[in-house]
């Protein structure tokens, strides 16, 4: 069984830091996209990062670049986000989900298994 598990989140204050993490398992196929995503209330959601197991490249949202960075462990089947220079707008629950894609999609609608999500609260 597929398995995603987000951890890490937490309230802090504005400019802090705060590292998701996405513990993976039961994965049966070899090349894959890890994407984090975030929803805000009242909002849709959207795309933040995402990071390639087939060549370790990664692509970061326009809201985001410079301040995140996406990594992998594959030896801890873990995937994170160190989340630096935190605003009150970087409110959200934030998602890890997994797509067999073999390139980086930003559609949220092609990853086809998901975590339950991590809350992350930022105040100003």
């Known amino acids: 069984e597929v398995q995603l598990v987000e951890s890490g989140g937490g309230l802090v204050q504005s400019g802090e830091s705060l590292r998701l993490s996405c513990h993976t398992s039961g994965f049966t196929f070899d090349d894959y996209v890890i994407g984090w995503f975030r929803q805000a209330p009242g909002k849709e959601r959207e795309g933040v990062s995402y990071i390639s197991r087939r060549d370790g490249s990664t692509y970061y949202e326009r809201s985001v670049k410079g301040r995140f960075t996406i990594s992998s462990d594959n030896i801890k089947n873990t995937v994170y986000l160190q989340m630096n220079s935190l605003k009150p707008e970087d409110t959200a629950v934030y998602y890890c989900?997994?797509?067999?894609?073999?390139?980086?999609?930003?559609?949220?609608?092609?990853?086809?298994?998901w975590g339950q999500g991590t809350q992350v609260t930022v105040s100003s």
């Open positions: 989900a997994v797509t067999t894609m073999l390139v980086i999609t930003t559609n949220p609608d092609l990853y086809d298994f």
